[in-house]
């Protein structure tokens, strides 16, 4: 039990069979995420952590791309530990570290996307991690664990008329789309939907919609979400779900969405199917009050529950360069 070694099982088709019988799994840490960053210019590579005997310790899937004299080296959502890795986090990140082979030159970020447990942070912090915290590493939570009255209820007053008014409205039809087909067409929408949209606010984002396409429409841990008027559609919204926790992940919508308050109405047929299958958790999907001040204005209209997310954890081998990073980033 005192050994550890390393397996590269990048080209396992059991992974992800692996990874979500884990507590601490989320898509990040999926064979379709790494095949999605993949497409997008990143070398990645999956490897289990195991104790003597073969059991597993944790998962890690790590991205990796050439930048400047070294490389920035990327793991989302992991290493994710087993309970018998949360045993040995120390251990099982020594380990890790070790795997990586990092140079002199090398940055490495280990971003668990609210997925942390607090074996890994202890881990992380004793092997050197410096953590990054900016206004952004904030999100709204709201506990699911509520009756739905009672969720309502807390929401403020303008809130509530302007959803009530969406849910009285005969032109409005909200669906979530579960076949394969229906949900590519869905994300076809939203890519359209989120071009517009990037064009109307002039904001920038690392989402590439054609290499996410058939991956995100696939992948039964992402659930769909489309408002349409007249069969119109106006919003479509993707969330990220696992057991306990359901994080508000992309939404596109048009200007006829604004107007008729269908982003309210898709927020709460969401709370209320995540409510049905057990969430106790929903993560408005992060908070930037001065850069969106309107995302913000809405996302607090439904709750006031502030959390600090989970850093962005950074290592290298050389200290002047992992100081200068957290540095650069703290101020982003």
């Known amino acids: 039990m005192g050994q550890t070694t390393v397996v590269d099982v990048t080209d396992d088709p059991d992974w992800d069979a692996a990874v979500w019988q884990q507590p601490g799994a989320s898509l990040y840490a999926s064979r379709r995420w790494g095949e999605y960053k993949r497409r997008v210019g990143w070398d990645v590579q999956r490897f289990t952590i195991r104790a003597g005997d073969g059991q597993a310790l944790a998962y890690a899937q790590v991205q990796r791309r050439r930048r400047w004299l070294g490389h920035i080296v990327l793991a989302q959502g992991c290493p994710i530990l087993t309970p018998l890795g949360e ?194 958790v929903l993560d408005l999907g992060g908070i930037d009050p001065a850069g969106n001040p309107g995302v913000y204005e809405f996302k607090r209209g439904v709750s006031r529950n502030v959390v600090a997310a989970n850093p962005l954890w950074l290592f290298s081998r050389t200290r002047l360069l992992r100081r200068a990073a957290t540095a650069v980033l703290a101020t982003r």
Do not use: C
Not at 102 to 121: I, K, M
Not at 140 to 153: A, H, K, P
Not at 203 to 210: E, H, I, K, V
Not at 216 to 236: K, M, S, T
């Open 87 to 280: 045993k040995r986090a120390d251990a099982v990140f020594r380990a890790f570290l070790d795997h990586l082979h990092l140079r002199r030159f090398d940055l490495l970020g280990v971003n668990y996307q609210q997925f942390q447990s607090p074996a890994a942070a202890l881990a992380l912090l004793g092997h050197g991690f410096a953590p990054v915290v900016t206004t952004r590493t904030h999100t709204l939570e709201l506990d699911l664990t509520q009756g739905t009255e009672r969720i309502r209820s807390g929401m403020e007053g303008r809130w509530r008329d302007v959803l009530k008014v969406a849910e009285r409205n005969p032109d409005l039809t909200t669906g979530f789309p579960s076949g394969p087909a229906e949900r590519l067409s869905a994300f076809e929408t939203f890519g359209r939907l989120y071009a517009a949209l990037k064009r109307r606010k002039g904001f920038r984002n690392s989402l590439d919609t054609a290499a996410f396409r058939d991956l995100a429409a696939n992948d039964p841990n992402l659930v769909f979400l489309e408002i349409r008027e007249r069969n119109e559609p106006i919003l479509v919204r993707i969330i990220h779900r696992t057991a306990n926790r359901w994080t508000d992940f992309y939404v596109a919508s048009n200007e006829r969405a604004k107007v008729t308050g269908a982003g309210r109405l898709a927020l709460w047929r969401m709370i209320e199917r995540a409510r049905r299958e057990g969430a106790s």
